[in-house]
């Protein structure tokens, strides 16, 4: 069943009604179950323990202040107040701006971060990302052309792989 009829197109000589030039149609269903079934099989493929990878996406055009908790990843696009603390990977995206604290597994910063970062695992600061405030994490990357203001600790892992802070070990 077409959705649209094209306009210029001629009916089939088969007499069906369906244009000679129409193209095949797909539902918004079968395109909901393609992205599922690529995403799986890219979490497959990077030896990833979750089946579907699950991003929650804060659009470019959205204001939103509040709290964000929970796992799976994240990642802000537009202007966030508030703290974030997910069980998964986090990232602000360049021309994007959060104003909080963030704890995550990896934190991906190519935006602007007013306030600090305690990461398990990695930071990456990309060329276009700032951050005002401390970060603490296992491993740091800084590209050039970031910019930071704050303090910075890394390499300091406890014998269970967890990042100590504060003096004292936790788990992320």
Avoid at 143 to 169: I, N, Q
Wanted: net charge neutral; hydrophobic share 40%; aromatic share 4%.
């Amino acid at each position: 069943m077409a959705l649209w009829k094209e306009p210029g197109s001629t009916p089939s000589p088969t007499g069906s009604g369906t244009p000679a030039s129409a193209t095949p149609t797909t539902t918004v269903t079968e395109l909901h179950k393609s992205a599922e079934h690529g995403a799986a099989d890219a979490a497959r493929r990077s030896g990833s323990p979750r089946a579907a990878a699950v991003e929650s996406v804060i659009a470019a055009e959205l204001t939103i202040e509040g709290k964000i908790t929970g796992s799976g990843d994240v990642r802000i696009a537009g202007r966030f107040k508030g703290d974030v603390q997910v069980d998964g990977n986090f990232r602000i995206d360049a021309g994007a701006r959060l104003e909080g604290q963030v704890r995550a597994g990896v934190v991906v910063v190519g935006g602007e971060l007013q306030g600090n970062i305690e990461a398990a695992k990695q930071v990456d600061v990309l060329s276009t990302g700032v951050i005002v405030g401390d970060v603490k994490a296992a491993s740091i990357t800084v590209a050039a052309g970031s910019r930071m203001r704050g303090h910075v600790e890394f390499g300091w892992e406890d014998k269970l792989g967890a990042v100590e802070f504060k003096g004292t070990p936790r788990s992320v």
